[in-house]
């Protein structure tokens, strides 16, 4: 895999081999040699460090677990993402979208096709509403982005642009439905899903952009906004009855949604954050295991790849987010390489996809971890603080999850 500028940093400190075999030694479940201690902290930090990692190892069961080992993985998505720097059809309809401005539709045509007036369609939307990334630029050109890899992975047959364009609609219902409002200024929302669909996104994709949106984000969102404008608290409680009675409103594209949830909720041990928490483990649980589990009965794979481009163009800007945030992307490359390997699909382009995701979560867990170490003041803090998010992304250390 290539490497990002920071990580490329880390590998060139002269402290680089014994921050990896201090985590090779966690992994593990061993302590780390005094060695290597002193090297990375000091003799006088020694005991004090040796301690700290002591009493963190106690009670895990990290010995007996099976850590994930590196590959030799398929960088087919990452040398797509470079080889955009270079495609002028691409940077042409990027250049205008990074400014806010829509390109004409004649733009969109070498990628887009027969697709381009709808791509565009929406793309206008995006920018009329203002919609941003956490880093400040709008939303298209993560959009965009997503479809120009998938153009040139070549998922398409040629002078087809199906595929391209699903990438290019990917969260279009998502991060539209609750807030675009129609020509009569009503808000489409979760009870006009249909109608939604129907509207923006061409029939023939439809089936594979509705099994990229997070329909359960969607019901959650919904939820709660209506408990901010009703003074509702959010409790477990309110918010199974609140998904009984979005339901009895909702039996249509939505309804097997609303069953899941319900009983994944109902059955889940949350009791702080209720909204976040809850969100994460339909991500966790349910969407891209649905996901996984529909494209196998489609016998059609592609749009389950197509998430794997998402996720990886999210991974690539996760220096914007915060601590958590980063930590949940790779945990999210993590899920979406699990549900693909136990698909046990003969098809090599997903299985060639699930080895270069789960390596990238490898790479990015690891150095997230070992980059604490590496701090030359309040070590102890910085120390205690990389114990913590490896626990936290013990999902991806390990291959027997």
């Known amino acids: 895999m290539r490497y990002n500028i920071n990580i490329q940093r880390l590998q060139k400190d002269e402290k680089y081999p014994d921050a990896i075999s201090f985590l090779s030694s966690i992994i593990s479940g061993d302590l780390p040699s005094k060695t290597i201690l002193a090297n990375l902290y000091g003799a006088e930090l020694v005991e004090i460090v040796y301690s700290f990692i002591k009493n963190f190892l106690q009670d895990k069961s990290y010995s007996e677990r099976t850590p994930r080992l590196h590959q030799s993985a398929p960088s087919e998505i990452d040398e797509q993402r470079t080889a955009l720097e270079t495609n002028s059809n691409f940077q ?10 829509l390109p004409d539709e004649e733009t969109f045509e070498p990628l887009y096709g027969e697709y381009s007036a709808a791509i565009r369609n929406v793309f206008d939307l995006f920018i009329q509403l203002g919609l941003i990334r956490l880093c400040g630029i709008s939303a298209t050109a993560h959009y965009s982005r997503v479809a120009g890899a998938v153009w040139g992975l ?3 047959n040629e002078n087809i642009h199906k595929y391209t364009a699903v990438a290019g609609l990917h969260d279009a219902i998502e991060d539209l439905l609750n807030i675009l409002k129609d020509k009569k200024g009503r808000v489409y929302g979760i009870h006009r899903y249909d109608e939604f669909v129907e509207d923006y996104i061409p029939k023939e994709l439809q089936e594979h952009v509705k099994l990229l949106t997070n329909n359960y984000d969607l019901i959650l969102g919904h939820i709660n906004q209506q408990f901010i404008k009703t003074d509702r608290s959010m ?6 009855n609140a998904i009984e009675v ?13 069953e899941k949830m319900h009983e994944l909720l109902y059955n889940s041990d949350i009791k702080e954050d209720i909204y976040r928490n809850a ?13 996984a589990i529909s ?3 489609m016998n059609d794979y592609r749009t389950f790849q197509i998430k794997a481009v998402d996720l990886l163009d999210n991974a690539h800007g996760r220096d914007s987010l915060a601590m958590e945030g980063r930590i949940r992307n790779i945990i ?3 899920i979406w390489a699990s549900q693909g390997y136990n698909l046990q699909s003969d098809w090599l382009p997903l299985n060639d996809f699930v080895m270069e995701v789960y390596e990238e979560a490898l790479v990015h867990a690891e150095h997230l971890v070992i980059k604490d170490l590496f701090e030359p003041q309040s070590q102890q803090d910085f120390l205690v603080s990389a114990l913590i998010k490896f626990e936290k992304l013990s999902p991806i250390f390990y291959s027997d999850y």
């Open 279 to 291: 969100k994460w483990r339909c991500y966790e649980n349910l969407y891209i295991h649905d996901m």
């Open 246 to 258: 979005q339901h009895r409103r909702n039996s249509g594209e939505l309804g097997l949604h609303f």
């Open 154 to 156: 070549k998922m398409d």
């Open 295 to 297: 494209t196998k009965e």
């Open 332 to 334: 999210k490359l993590g």
């Open 235 to 240: 409790t477990k409680k309110n918010l199974l």
């Open 92 to 101: 042409a309809i990027q250049s205008k979208l990074l400014f806010n401005q």
